[in-house]
């Protein structure tokens, strides 16, 4: 089992800017992608950006494109997101999850492994 710890959530004002972090640890060697997703009140849980570890490549949802960056640090077992230009819409908690197979994917049900998430709040 892998565990994912999420920290970086806190409270902006519109147009500012906020860093998440993910460290995982523990069986780290089979996730072959990670990602983010979030989810508001009332709302299902979406995928945000995802980057697969071996290349780094990445790949976004359309509403935070542009915004966002994801990245990762193998050596620290370390994933970011950069957002930037938050609007009050981007006000969720934060999850950060793995995915064990070589296929990227958008969703929900196909990662593996779950942070117990962090708060964003974008004040307007």
């Known amino acids: 089992q892998a565990t994912l710890v999420e920290s970086g959530g806190g409270l902006v004002q519109a147009g500012g800017s906020l860093r998440l972090s993910c460290a995982a640890s523990?069986?780290?060697?089979?996730?072959?992608?990670m990602a983010w997703f979030r989810q508001a009140p009332g709302k299902e849980r979406e995928f945000v950006t995802g980057i697969r570890r071996s290349d780094g490549s990445t790949y976004y949802a359309d509403s935070v494109k542009g915004r966002f960056t994801i990245s990762r640090d193998n050596a620290k077992n370390t994933v970011y997101l950069q957002m930037n230009s938050l609007k009050p819409e981007d006000t969720a908690v934060y999850y950060c999850a793995g995915h064990r197979a070589f296929r990227a994917t958008r969703e929900t049900y196909e990662y593996d492994y779950w942070g117990q998430g962090t708060q964003v709040t974008v004040s307007s």
């Open positions: 523990g069986r780290t060697f089979d996730i072959y992608h």
